[in-house]
Each structure stands twice: as C-alpha cells, then as structure tokens.
C-alpha cells in the first residue's frame, strides 16, 4: 500500500491544477513547465500554495551575511539586476524555483518520467547494433582531455597529507604523475537507429510571437525527446504562409510574413523532402506541422487531406498537428482533420494548444504512444 | 507502509561505537534508535516533520513534491533526520556511504543531547510519535463526519494563526495553568461583584439574584461574557488558544484548532534554538569525528563533507557555522580565562591576546550553555566583536537606489542588534489580543507589536480574512505601517484603513 502522502501529495497536484477546492486558487504560484535556460541549464518552476500569514515585508528588512566585502557590495552576487519592487504581489508571489544544470539526456528522462511517456519502439529492420562509450567512471590512464581535476587534487592532497608534506599554514597541493584521474569510458551496446524531424510552421500574419513561442517552447521538448529516443536525428524546418520553403532553425523562429495561407504548400515541399532524402524504410518520420488553424480555402485543405492520405502517412511513424490558438485563427483546419481522422487514428495525432500552460499536455498527446 | 528499518549488523555495532564515544564525552541523551531509509521514506518523514504518520493535508504534499524534485534534480539531499521523542529516533539515508553514516550518527548523539537537556525542550511531549498519531485519526474521522473539504479548509485557517503563538508557554506547567485558571475565576467573580452596590445581602438573596442573571444572560447571549473577557484577553499572545476558549466554533472546530496548537508548541523550541542546536550537534560530530570516530583514510572526505555544511552564506548566517564556531570560542574563552571583570577591563591588547589562566573550564561552560540558552541569549551573552571580525560578519540592507541588497557595516553593535532582531520571536511578528470587544461590537482587535518592520499587509489582509472565518465578526489589527499608525479591518468583505 501507498504511503498516505501520496493521497496528500494528489490533493496537492489537484488544488495546483485548480481542479479542487477553488478558493486555493489565489494562493497558488503556479509554474508546471521545465524552461530551458542557456547551455545544460533549466529552471524548474516548483509550484506552490502560500499559506496567508501574518509576516514581514521582505525587502526593507536587510539582514546579517557572512564573507568579505566592502560596505555598498551587493551580496547577491548578480551586479545590476533589480530586485522585485513593491507593486501588486501577483502570481509571482512566493514563486520558488530551481534552476539546474544538468544533462539533455537526464532532462529527457525526468521529461519522460513526468509524462509518463512510453519509450519508442522504433520501425524498420536497418538496427544495427553499435557499441557506444560512455565516459562514467575513473581510471588512473587516459588523455590530458580527459583529466578529472576535482579527484586529481583529492588525491594530490591525501598523498601529501599522508606522506607529511602538507603544510596548512602554505596549503599548496601540487599533483604528481601518480594523482593524475581521468574519465573513462565503459563501453555500452547500442542499437542504430535515425529518425527525421521534420516542422513545419504557418507564420502567416495571424501566427503572432506568443504562438510561435509556444511552438518553440514544444519543438525543444520535442526534440529532447525523440534525441533521447534514437541514435541520429535530423531536424529540418519548413516554414510557409501560401508558398512555403525549407529554412534553418533560426530563421524558422524568426521569421513573420505576412500573405494568405496555403497548407498545402508546406505538406508539399515536406513529401518532398522525405521522397529526396529519407527511405521510409530506414528512417523514423515525424512531421509536425503547427498553426493556428486558418487556411485559405476548402479546396486546398482537400489537397492537403490527399497529400497526406497518399504520401505522407504511409511513410511517417505518425503526422502531428498542432493548433495554437490566436486571436485571428479560426481554427478550421483542426475541425476538418478530425472529421476526417478523428481522434484515435493510428498515424495522426492532433492536439489543440490553448497557452503555455497547455504545452505539456499537448506533448504528452503528440509522445504518448511510443510510435 | 513505511519503509524505514531498524539498522543491524555493522551499522549496529558502529553506532555502539559512536555512543562509546558520547558517553565518554559526558553526553546525556535518550535512548537512541537509529532506522535505514530510501530516499523517498526520507522525503517523507521530512515533509512531516520527521513524523511516521501525521493527519491529511495537502501542505505535506506540497512539501513532499518539493523535496523529491530537489532530490531528483540532485540539488538537495537529506543527509539525516532525528526528531525530539523519548526514544529518540533519527533516520539514515540507504544510499549515504560509511563516512556519512559516521558522521550522521555523531551528529545526531549531539542533537539527542540537546533535546534532553536544553530547558526550553523540558516540557516538550517527549511521546509526541503517539500525540501526532492522534491527531492524525482524529481528523480522518472528522474529515469523514463533516467531508474532506470542509474539515481541510478549516484546517487552512487554523495553519494561517499556526505562528502566533506565546512563547512563555513553554514554561507553563500544569500548576502554572492551574494557577491562571483560578486567577480568571477570581477576576470573573470580582467583576460580577462589583456590580452590586451593597454586598451584604443573604446568601440567599445572592443565589436567587445569581440564578436571575443567569437567565438573564442566557437571553441576552453572551454579550457580557465578552465584556469580561476583554481585560482578561489583552495582551494574550497565544491567538490559537484565545480563539479556541472565545470563538463562536463548533466543538469539532475546536478540537482541530487545538490539534494544530499542540503541534506548533511541540515545534516551538526548536524554532528558538536552531543556531545552538544545529551549532552543538556540529560541535559534537567534528569532536567525536577528529579525536576519535574517523579512520586516517577518511579525513579528506570528511572535511569536504564538513566544510560543505559550514559553508557560508552572503545572505544568510549558517546556524551551524555560526553555532559550532561560537561554542568553541566559549569553550576557548573558558579555557583561558578570557571573561570577566579583569579581562574586559583590561587595556593592554598584547596582554589580551595572549591572555591566558589555564582555567580548562571550557567544557564545563559550554555543557551549561547549552541547557540554559536559546539562540537569543546565546547570541546576547556570547557574541564578541572579535568574534565577529573573525567570522566576518556583517550587515546588509536594501538600496533603493540600485534596487539591490547591499552590505551595510560591520560594527559589533549593528550586527548584534540585526541579528536579534532576527530572532526576536523566533522570526514572527508579534501579534496580541487588544480587545476582544472592539467598539462594543464584539469585533476582534489585533495589535501588532511593532518593533521596526512592517507588516506584508498583503498577507496580513488574506490572514486577517482567515481569522474573520473563525470569529465571525470584523478583525481589526493595529500596527505602523510605513510610519503611521494604523488600524486596518476586515469585515468580511475587505480591507479597510479606519483611522485616516
């Protein structure tokens, strides 16, 4: 039987999630989305619910610190970054968060854990094993590369201490040949896989910068996933308002234009792309295709529907549309998908993402069948 | 349903060991009784404040969340956990190595000590794994007379008053209670008398007009009742209490209040000892470790692990730092003599430095300091300038011109003061009873005790609402705010200022 502050912990994620006792609602700093932050670096919003206490202001208050420093030092350590003023105490109230630094593959493991993800069972016959090295333990040879400092000194240190030459009033520790460890790798069995990425994305006027970040924010946990699924990825990119074209990562996020929009345009270059480049029968194929549901006319979702149905389903491991509410999309596109798919075919999966808040959700509808 | 177990075999005979060590030392503890861990067991008991089973509330899951997250991102680890209970319990991580556990074990003979012997600890319920059981079966059962929700959310309001609380309880004793109650009688009696003009009249004719005014107040509620209670509730710090004697609750309400105020006395001493606390334990393992417990080849891992609990802080003191390096500048100073009239008036530095009367009272001090202090005392009698120089010390504050945390000085007295004032009621604002039948109107008027900082009125107005709930009419709190003095009241609806 399960610990009771797991029914604890469940009343907690609920009241979080604001599907119980509503009158939390106020008193819960949300955040429930792992944000990637610079290089191996995330911050991990951990939401919570303040209980109202009688306590102090925070700011005025100042305190006591250990360590040196002249009078007029900051003691936070970040020169120049504000401290949050007075003003209205908002969601950001009390917000706690950790920032890590960790791994992608660690990251798509607790990603994976947290969605309850199934692992991919990749299709095709091309799976070769391969041995790979992963550098997780110590060894006392190896290349300068690959010197371990922190236990280098270590037992630079022990040596000198047990040997006498430790001087603490002069603590120099100074490593010799025999102190040197390195890094070195176990070797591990692999299987050969690859798959291909391929997004596309409608940056028609109406696709505004909140919707695309919500496209970017899913696209990297996406990634991270699939990265942590099969031995080579390709990613490419296609973005396309009536005509569509093939465009690095950066210029993908970036760019705005501003005509009408033609879906068609971009499942066109994306069969393209997969008739030129990728064998459906070696690759793993995932085109995920995102926006906000407009498209120009009937007559070209119908194209669309046929491209899909003759050339792209039969080759991909699954298509996925994603639909990202803005003010101007009408959100057509999705309705004739799923009158045509509906929601539990086998190859397209459709979610609608409503905000941020909704991204997690949507990846765990687009991961969640381990396809 | 725990998966805590008791330790055996080498572990076993290691702690034997250890407390060899402690007894040798003259350390006094309760029986000591060390269980193994997983790491999610640990999460748990620490998100319920070291207890195996306490009642269902979803701060414990909240805690328990947070502390398996900072786990998993491997940002936090629970080294140890040892809670305040006759036999005292601690609890080891599996995963910890040898060294670890080494060192835990003597840390926790040092906390064992503390709790036994600190005399703000004297009157802690020393069976409180039973008490918590209770309380936690207890509530279930409400919970499944009334429902989940409404029981929770009473709980909610009762966890909003939790830090108000009277920190002189500690020493009352049941006699002490005794003697309160008797001393209220006498006043209520004196009250009522005082209403008669003439007191010579029959026994008789008192009974008859007592049973009268009886009745007589039975019809008028309890109106005058309150009217009493007014001066003997001013000045009561113990809110908890104060709502569950006058607060027109149910009795399940109550109980639960109660529940609540129980737990939050039985924390209390820890809250005001936690520098001398965590600061003894310290003291204690780097002994037992460096003079006895440690094997040559573990020194190197012990000091990094050492110096990472002591590792100091720009924006907080580390209790432990600041506890353990304070005890061995008493234990320091006893040793050589470095107290008193004659060494404080001396004016020779030279002589001062190298003072030095082989006194070897050092032990023996710290011993009784540590019975006999809480953090307030102990940084009141025991902090010295040259103590803070050496530990660096210094104070900081808010620079509105560059919006940043700044350091401020490092004079002695600053310093002192700030960190007193940090401490002063264990952290908590100080709020009293001013009346309990504020503008004749039954309304409840809070003061708060304002010794320099402002209250957050933000959280102040959600608390104030939470008590509104329980008592049922406007809550007033007196208090300075930005220099003024103010009255605000919630009157079930929202936030005023009445005095403008």
């Known amino acids: ?371 | 349903m725990l998966r805590a177990k008791p330790i055996n075999g080498d572990l076993l005979e290691l702690q034997k060991e250890i407390q060899g060590y402690a007894d040798e030392f003259g350390l006094d503890y309760f029986p000591q009784v060390f269980e193994m861990c997983d790491y999610d067991t640990i999460n748990i008991l620490a998100a319920q404040g070291g207890f195996p089973i306490r009642y269902p509330h979803w701060k414990f899951g909240m805690d328990y969340d947070q502390l398996s997250k900072g786990y998993r991102f491997g940002l936090q680890k629970i080294y140890e956990m040892v809670i305040n209970t006759n036999p005292c319990y601690a609890y080891l991580l599996e995963v910890n190595n040898w060294l670890d556990q080494k060192l835990v074990m003597a840390h926790v003979y040092g906390h064992n000590d503390f709790f036994k012997n600190n005399m703000w600890f004297s009157n802690t319920n020393r069976k409180m794994m039973d008490v918590m059981a209770n309380h936690g079966t207890k509530i279930r059962r409400y919970m499944e007379k009334y429902g989940q929700e409404k029981v929770e959310n009473f709980i909610d309001k009762a966890l909003s008053i939790e830090n108000l609380l009277d920190i002189n309880h500690l020493f009352e004793t049941s006699e002490v209670l005794e003697s309160r109650r008797t001393k209220n009688e006498l006043a209520r009696m004196e009250g009522e008398n005082n209403g008669y003009v003439v007191d010579d009249r029959s026994q008789a004719l008192k009974s008859f007009m007592r049973g009268q005014e009886k009745i007589h107040k039975e019809v008028r509620t309890d109106e005058e009742d309150v009217v009493a209670e007014k001066n003997l509730a001013k000045g009561e710090r113990d809110i908890m209490r104060f709502l569950i004697q006058h607060a027109p609750i149910e009795e399940w309400q109550a109980d639960v209040l109660g529940c609540i105020r129980e737990e939050a006395y039985y924390f209390l001493p820890q809250r005001i000892t936690k520098i001398m606390n965590e600061g003894w334990a310290s003291y204690w393992h780097s002994t037992i470790m460096t003079t006895r417990a440690m094997n040559p080849n573990e020194f190197i891992d012990f000091a990094d692990k050492h110096a990472g609990v002591m590792v100091m802080s720009k924006q907080n003191i580390n209790p432990y730092k600041i506890g353990i390096e304070l005890f061995r500048d008493i234990e320091f100073r006893w040793n050589t003599g470095r107290f008193g009239k004659e060494f404080n008036e001396c004016q020779s530095l030279e002589e001062k430095e190298n003072w030095n009367k082989n006194l070897g009272l050092g032990r023996e001090k710290i011993f009784e300091v540590r019975k006999s202090h809480n953090d307030i005392s102990f940084i009141d009698e025991f902090l010295t300038p040259e103590f803070c120089n050496r530990q660096q010390l210094f104070t900081y504050k808010f620079n509105p011109r560059t919006s940043r945390m700044e350091v401020d000085t490092r004079d002695f007295q600053a310093i002192k003061q700030k960190l007193l004032t940090q401490l002063t009621n264990f952290g908590q604002p100080l709020i009293q009873v001013e009346d309990a039948n504020f503008m004749n109107r039954k309304e409840l008027l809070l003061k708060h005790v304002h010794q320099g900082v402002d209250l957050d009125m933000q959280f102040a107005s959600q608390t104030m609402s939470n008590i509104f709930a329980i008592w049922k009419r406007p809550v007033s709190l007196s208090t300075q705010y930005e220099d003024k003095e103010v009255v605000f009241q919630f009157d079930g609806k929202e936030l005023k200022q009445l005095n403008k």
Request: glycine letters at 10%; aromatic letters at 8%.
């Open chain 1, 1 to 371: 039987m399960d610990h009771p502050i797991k029914r604890d912990h469940a009343r907690f994620r609920k009241i979080v999630k604001g599907k119980v006792r509503d009158n939390l609602r106020k008193y819960v700093s949300q955040g429930q989305q792992i944000i990637p932050k610079g290089n191996d670096k995330f911050t991990v919003p951990m939401p919570s619910i303040d209980i109202p206490r009688f306590k102090f202001g925070d700011k005025s208050e100042g305190g006591t610190g250990q360590g040196d420093g002249q009078q007029g030092d900051p003691v936070d350590g970040e020169p120049g970054e504000g401290q949050p003023g007075e003003g209205e105490a908002g969601e950001g109230e009390g917000n706690k968060e950790l920032e890590v630094e960790m791994g992608v593959e660690e990251l798509a493991k607790i990603l994976g854990e947290e969605l309850e993800l199934p692992n991919i069972e990749p299709k095709g016959k091309q799976q070769i094993a391969s041995t790979v090295d992963k550098y997780t333990s110590i060894g006392t040879v190896g290349p300068d590369s690959l010197k371990h400092l922190k236990r280098t000194y270590k037992q630079a240190l022990k040596r000198q201490m047990a040997t006498g030459i430790y001087d603490p009033n002069n603590p120099r520790v100074i490593p010799i040949r025999g102190d040197y460890r390195y890094r070195s790798a176990d070797t591990k069995i692999e299987m050969e896989n690859s798959a291909v990425v391929i997004y596309m994305m409608d940056v028609s006027g109406s696709m505004g910068e909140e919707q695309k970040e919500i496209v970017r924010t899913e696209s990297f946990w996406i990634n991270l996933w699939l990265k942590s699924q099969y031995k080579d990825i390709d990613i490419r990119y296609i973005i396309h308002d009536a005509t569509a074209k093939e465009v690095e990562e950066e210029t993908f996020f970036r760019t705005r234009e501003s005509g009408g929009t033609l879906i068609s345009s971009a499942l066109k270059l994306c069969k393209h792309i997969i008739e030129t480049d990728y064998d459906p029968n070696e690759w793993n194929i995932y085109p995920f295709h995102f926006s906000d549901g407009d498209n120009w006319s009937a007559d070209d979702t119908k194209m669309c529907l046929s491209l899909l149905d003759d050339h792209i389903l039969p080759a991909s491991n699954m298509f996925c549309y994603g639909q990202v509410e803005s003010r101007y999309g009408s959100g057509q596109f999705y309705k004739d998908l799923n009158a045509r798919y509906h929601q539990d075919h086998e190859k397209v999966i459709l979610s609608k993402i409503k905000n941020k808040d909704a991204i997690l959700d949507s990846i765990k509808e687009f991961l969640g069948k381990g396809k």
